[in-house]
């Protein structure tokens, strides 16, 4: 006789789906059962998970199956597939703004909709093909073309690269878009005074979009990923260790915009971070810090910003 | 065309602009994701908002998908994190207290016995039941196969929780289905 070797009741756990799923080794196999031959709490569980697995799958009805088409067909006018990433943050990241838009969601009657939003989904997609246009980066305000209060706010919000939000989205007539804000990168020559820095973190449509949507619950699931999403967009040595420079001096900040641009005639890299206030949106706060670049082959090591600039978003301002 | 054609192909199709293609992948998987934002979130109508919230997700995200796991898997996914995120939101889900009215289950079968749609009942009124947080750790692992730490990350907890909300969820599940059954009026439908 064999004695299998004893597990704990948190290994028996691990092992039980695995085990009605008939994916154990034989040797793992007898020692869960062995330990369920001597523990009834562990041997409910096994009923459970037996139950769970095995239960058939409950279906939708004709009605429940009707409204969800409708539902889906409807969002579908708002969506078009875009292939650059970072302009979309992961599905756990989403769904805020969507939210919006999921209370507006399966009417009963939605199938009226439905033909129209197909016509105007492939007419959305033909202009967006037309337009040969990717959003390279951008906010919640598809670039925000037309928001910003002079022509530096509007360079900076739109940069050089043409980015706009594909032109079906910009024309619907109650086109609230369906992305979550995500940081928006300006490249190239754009001239910046620290008036304007200020005014950009503000007003700007870029850290208005972040105040309305993100809170400090979601700095740590998004600071990561923002913080990639700038690596990848403006590709500049000094971009990491600044980035770990500001977020280690401020650890609540959630990067939101990254710029190469001349300020006093110096080419520098600037940083704008959203501040979520932990008592709610009438307190989120922008910071937005720029260092001075340097040449080639100089060691990437961040230096002490040049300047920096902070305040509410929304009123007030504060150097 | 939809026999022949895979979700691959046709997920291919949606992001050269052709809705009909995302129409037939809706087609092929709305049961299946339905399924599982119903025993996630307990009741249809809150299965619907995601269920449909996990289509648009995927239809945003479709350039997105790399192709390591198979379609499926990725948009099952993308259905567990829409059901977490809508229960997250949900009045009362910081308390471990369910509320019996509030997770009223689907409604029993009218008439007639079949064994299959009895465990069905069962097991939907079963996770109705279940307090909120456990419910959601028992699906996400035991029918999402999340491993533990991605649970954790989702849901912003520790491993130890994690393990902790399945062991006790399955422990109160398996008691409430060795309780007799009686039809309750549905609230949801």
Not at chain 1, 220 to 237: K, M, V, Y
Not at chain 1, 238 to 261: D, F, H, K, R, V
Not at chain 2, 153 to 181: D, F, N, Y
Request: net charge neutral; proline share 7%; charged share 25%.
């Amino acid at each position: 006789m064999t004695l299998q070797p004893a597990i704990s009741h948190e290994r028996c756990s691990e092992l039980l789906v695995p085990l009605v799923r008939g994916d154990l080794a034989p040797a793992e196999t007898a020692s869960v059962e062995g330990h369920l031959e001597g523990c009834t709490g562990c041997a409910g569980e096994l009923a459970a998970v037996r139950s769970l697995l095995g239960a058939p799958v409950e279906a939708m009805d004709d009605l429940e199956r009707a409204r969800l088409r409708a539902g889906i067909a409807g969002g579908l006018r708002h969506e078009v597939p875009v292939a650059d990433p970072y302009v979309h943050p992961d599905p756990d990241d989403a769904p805020r703004n969507l939210r919006r838009a999921s209370r507006r969601r399966i009417q009963p009657g939605a199938w009226l909709g439905v033909a129209a939003a197909t016509l105007i989904l492939f007419a959305g997609a033909l202009a967006y093909l037309g337009s040969g246009g990717l959003v390279v980066g951008g906010s919640d305000q598809g670039g925000g073309a037309g928001t910003a209060g002079s022509a530096e706010e509007r360079a900076l919000e739109d940069g050089d690269t043409g980015s706009r939000a594909p032109r079906a989205m910009d024309e619907a007539p109650d086109s609230r878009p369906l992305r979550a804000p995500a940081p928006l990168v300006v490249r190239g020559r754009t001239e910046l005074t620290e008036k304007t820095l200020t005014r950009l973190g503000r007003t700007g449509p870029t850290f208005r979009a972040f105040a309305r949507v993100y809170g400090s619950d979601d700095v740590g699931r998004l600071q990561g990923r923002f913080t990639r999403a700038l690596e990848r967009g403006l590709d500049n040595a000094l971009l990491g260790p600044c980035l770990n420079q500001a977020i280690g001096a401020q650890p609540e900040s959630l990067p939101a915009y990254g710029a190469l641009g001349t300020l006093d005639g110096r080419r520098v890299l600037v940083l704008g971070f959203f501040i979520p206030g932990s008592q709610g949106p009438a307190v989120h706060r922008f910071s937005v810090r720029w260092w001075g670049l340097r040449g080639p082959g100089e060691p990437a090591r961040c230096p002490q910003p040049l300047g920096s600039s902070g305040g509410p978003i929304g009123a007030g301002e504060s150097r | 065309m939809a026999g022949e054609t895979t979700d691959e192909e046709l997920l291919e199709g949606w992001l050269q602009g052709r809705q009909d293609s995302f129409s037939e992948l809706v087609r092929r998987h709305e049961d299946r994701i339905f399924a599982l934002a119903l025993r996630m979130t307990g009741n249809r109508s809150d299965a619907l908002d995601a269920t449909q919230d996990t289509f648009l997700i995927a239809a945003r995200r479709a350039s997105t998908w790399r192709g390591e796991a198979s379609f499926g898997t990725w948009l099952y996914r993308i259905g567990i994190n829409a059901s977490h995120d809508l229960l997250r939101k949900k009045k009362g889900w910081e308390t471990l207290e369910a509320d019996p009215a509030e997770a009223a289950p689907a409604a029993a079968p009218a008439h007639g016995f079949d064994e299959g749609i009895a465990l069905r009942v069962d097991l939907a009124r079963a996770l109705a039941s279940l307090p909120p947080l456990y419910r959601e750790a028992v699906v996400m692992h035991d029918l999402g196969d999340l491993p533990y730490d991605a649970i954790a990350r989702l849901t912003g907890v520790g491993i130890g929780t994690i393990k902790s909300r399945i062991s006790r969820g399955r422990r109160r599940l398996a008691e409430l289905l060795e309780q007799p059954s009686s039809p309750g009026p549905s609230k949801d439908r």
